[in-house]
């Protein structure tokens, strides 16, 4: 019979500047993975809080005190030293300057671009994630029209929208093609990502950043397809669950606030989200009734960021420039 191994909870820190890059350090000599570059942390006392260690470990290790910390993913990881639950938090305020205490190598990253090795093994799906944008505009040309819809995109693209998922129930398959082409083509020059709802076939044809999975395609298919980003609508643990199996990039879990097109359907309402996604290693867009105002009670609750329909293309509203891309 195998025996458990007992689990460690360890905070660790995704210390991000407003521009989006973020600190790694060095491991020091004498502990496991000697050399390998981490996320600032470590293990959480007995007793102590998550919030509590995070803070603790930032001011013995780089001597900067916290100011402000959203939870974000947690991830497990087996390692033949220990088998760790990794609490990762975005720390986006935070007094004084980072300086190695225990003398360890300090390096700020860019999202995409890493150029410090090796990394922790665990780290890989986490830098991953650091290259998603705070925000997943869906496109409405239903509602909106084909040529208004377009003048939106080109707006939203000019003020920061990174990653847009095209969404059209509506459209025939040639029509489709056509506007995923064109999608590609105004997103491509800013490096904005496009997503095709549902078609692989359709995201390779037009070239594409990757799929966005309805949740019956999630809990249908038998394995992750073969492009580049993949991701799924999810509204349930079960269905977060099969996410993950399946190796997925993010999930969309919603209805978080009732919609103009669901106004009294059911909807989760934050609690429920945060207490979805709690213990949850893939990043998470809440989806549902989202304008770029709820961005930071997305992130209070665990998410990664939001995902919008209309609320994506309301002129007033609009989306913030730095926070679309954070
Ligand atoms: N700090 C940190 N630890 C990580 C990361 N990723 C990851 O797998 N780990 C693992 O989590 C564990 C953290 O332990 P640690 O040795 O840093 O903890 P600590 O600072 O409390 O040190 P200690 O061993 O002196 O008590 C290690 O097994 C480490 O390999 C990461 O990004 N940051």
């Known amino acids: 019979m195998t025996q458990r191994r007992k689990v460690v909870d360890v905070v660790a820190a995704v210390i991000v500047q407003p521009d989006g890059r973020f600190l790694l350090a060095r491991r020091p000599d004498g502990k496991p993975y000697a050399g390998y570059w ?192 993949v991701g799924a609508s999810c509204h349930s643990s079960d269905e977060l669950a099969r996410a993950v199996e399946l190796g997925l990039d993010y999930v969309l879990l919603g209805t978080v606030l009732p919609t103009r097109s669901h106004p009294g359907g059911p909807a989760l309402g934050w609690d429920a989200f945060a207490a979805l996604i709690g213990d949850y290693p893939l990043p998470v867009y809440a989806l549902g009734g989202m304008s770029p105002t709820h961005l930071e009670t997305a992130w209070s609750a665990g998410a990664h960021g939001i995902a919008m329909l209309r609320g994506a293309w309301s002129g007033r509203s609009g989306l913030n420039p730095t926070k679309a891309t954070g």
Do not use: C
């Open 38 to 229: 981490e996320f600032p942390g470590g293990k959480v006392e007995a007793g102590e809080s998550l919030l509590h260690a995070l803070a603790r470990e930032l001011h013995e290790e780089l001597g900067i005190e916290v100011k402000h910390a959203y939870p974000w993913l947690v991830r497990h990881f087996d390692y033949e030293h220990a088998s760790v639950k990794l609490h990762f938090f975005r720390v986006v305020a935070w007094t004084g300057e980072p300086h190695g205490k225990e003398g360890q190598l300090l390096a700020w990253q860019t999202p995409g671009s890493v150029d410090v090795i090796p990394l922790l093994p665990a780290n890989g799906p986490i830098l991953n994630a650091l290259e998603l944008p705070a925000i997943l505009a869906i496109s409405n040309i239903a509602e909106m029209g084909e040529e208004p819809f377009m003048a939106s995109f080109a707006s939203a693209l000019e003020k920061g929208l990174r990653l847009i998922q095209l969404r059209e129930k509506s459209l025939s398959p040639l029509e489709l093609e056509r506007v995923a082409q064109r999608f590609v083509a105004l997103a491509r020059p800013y490096g904005a990502k496009v997503l095709i709802n549902a078609d692989v076939r359709l995201a390779e044809a037009t070239g594409a950043d990757g799929v966005h999975l309805p949740s019956s395609a999630l809990m249908s298919l038998e394995a992750r397809p073969q492009i580049g980003l």
